[in-house]
């Protein structure tokens, strides 16, 4: 289990974690800026929203999906300010001009943005950035379908200059470079400026802040009728500060399951009941709401 497919499977439980697309795939203690809008209306203690005309604007949320479309352009933006961090959203851009993700300042006054952005509307999606210099803005091709992966990670790059690196579905797709003068304090926002084309967001994360604790329950796996499965392996990244558990338990036949046993050795722990079900159980924990351990990848044999 390597992907964000593997790990994001909604058999999985989270309890204060979340599947991320970093590398690929990875387990992570959740942020504190996440939602899955499941909620009836947007959750005033993260989010606040408007319109590009001026005044206020309530984006529509209906079965765990924000959509994002008013007469005269919508934006809904976090409520904490961020100077480096990563926005991961799960999202459906329409084929409009000007539906972005991404960090930005207030307004995008002074032409401060890192972007994923349809443009000019002409099908193909963009990564935009810009520092109030000139803009560096990378065609993407055309705009994907459907809901997809959307991760922006921004970060100090030398004295003088900031990183933002732009990742579709796990995959880099665009890199950029560009002065940190004033780069500070930037919103996470989401923003559509068409009336008739609406921006579609299933689930968005920022971090740091992380929380400081929590678990996921993986899904059941079931080898098949014969086989038994014997050892587990885990490949984990742990900042300073950080640590996690791996437990693990097994059935025969999917419905009665032995007790919970810690597995300690991640590049390969024997079970100490070999069945043909098996399911693990992470706990991650953080000293700092600045790291979070990550758990790479899962293997079972």
């Not at 959203?89 to 993700?101: D, E, K, L, R, S």
């Not at 991760?151 to 797709?173: C, K, M, T």
């Amino acid at each position: 289990m390597t992907s964000y497919t593997d790990l994001g499977q909604t058999c999985a439980i989270n309890s204060n974690t979340y599947a991320s697309d970093a590398g690929g795939g990875a387990i992570s203690l959740a942020g504190s800026q996440a939602d899955s809008f499941t909620a009836a209306s947007l959750d005033g203690s993260k989010w606040s929203s408007g319109n590009w005309g001026g005044g206020a604007y309530s984006p529509t949320l209906s079965g765990s999906m924000l959509s994002i479309m008013t007469s005269t352009g919508g934006w809904v933006r976090s409520i904490p300010t961020y100077t480096h961090g990563v926005i991961e959203a799960v999202a459906t851009f329409g084929n409009a001009a000007y539906q972005h993700i991404g960090f930005g300042s207030d307004g995008f006054n002074g032409n401060r943005y890192f972007l994923f952005s349809t443009y000019s509307g002409n099908g193909h999606l963009y990564a935009r950035v810009n520092n109030n210099i000139a803009e560096q803005s990378v065609d993407l091709g055309l705009l994907p379908t459907g809901m997809h992966h959307y991760r922006i990670e921004w970060s100090a790059f030398d004295a003088s200059n900031d990183q933002v690196v732009f990742l579709l579905d796990g995959a880099p797709v665009a890199a950029m470079t560009v002065t940190n003068s004033d780069a500070a304090n930037f919103y996470a926002y989401l923003s559509n400026t068409s009336s008739t084309v609406p921006l579609q967001v299933d689930a968005m994360t920022v971090t740091p802040p992380y929380l400081t604790s929590g678990s996921y329950t993986s899904c059941s796996y079931n080898t098949g009728a014969g086989n038994l499965w014997k050892n587990i392996a885990w490949d984990p990244s742990l900042p300073a500060g950080t640590s996690l558990t791996m437990q693990v338990r097994t059935s025969a036949d999917g419905l009665t399951w032995s007790g919970w046993s810690t597995a300690t050795t991640s590049a390969g722990s024997s079970l100490p009941v070999q069945a043909q079900f098996i399911q693990f159980l992470l706990s991650l924990n953080s000293s700092s709401p600045t790291f979070s351990p990550l758990v790479n990848s899962v293997t079972f044999k």
